[in-house]
């Protein structure tokens, strides 16, 4: 009978120990994204969020987002994202072509930001806009 319980025990704790660890690597969190720096209402914000480095570098969008640009300062939350590693590219879709315009250099026509918000003189990579996402979150992309 002793064996019995001790083998039940046993099952108990390696089920808690391991529903422990379920419950903690499928948190979820709220992402508040506020963009910055709009000077138009034309045309639209398209919104890329990649989960990973691999998708970022394939440009496999994780969730796509088009907002009708209204106001030089808004916001948009994201519900229940999985704990991880995001990066956010966003471009405001001036003549709605779907695109990032660019001129005969190669730079953007178009305003465009990435999270983390630093200066680049070229495309992004995905250690520039990668940030974790740990809790709930609000994060500000300032279009240039």
């Known amino acids: ?4 319980s001790f083998i039940k025990l046993l099952v108990i704790i390696l ?22 720096g709009i000077k138009t209402s ?24 088009h907002k009708k640009v209204d106001d030089d300062n808004f916001s948009i939350e994201i519900f229940n994202l999985p704990k991880g590693e995001y990066a956010v590219m966003c471009f ?21 930001g990435i999270s983390n918000n630093k200066n680049l003189m070229r495309a992004p990579e995905w250690e520039d806009a990668v940030f974790s ?11 240039k």
């Not at 009978?1 to 019995?4: L, N, R, S, T």
């Not at 034309?42 to 987002?65: C, M, P, W």
């Not at 779907?98 to 305003?111: A, I, S």
Request: hydrophobic fraction near 35%.
């Open 15 to 36: 089920f808690t120990v391991l529903t422990g660890f379920k419950t903690q690597t499928n948190e979820q969190f709220n992402l508040k994204m506020n963009f910055t």
């Open 42 to 65: 034309d045309g639209n914000l398209l919104i890329a969020i990649y989960d990973s480095k691999k998708s970022f570098e394939e440009k496999k969008v994780t969730i796509s987002i």
């Open 1 to 4: 009978m002793k064996k019995y």
């Open 133 to 143: 996402l740990m809790n709930n979150q609000s994060i500000t992309i300032e279009l």
């Open 92 to 112: 405001q879709d001036l003549n709605n072509n779907h695109q990032l315009d660019f001129n005969e250099y190669f730079m953007p026509m178009e305003p465009w």
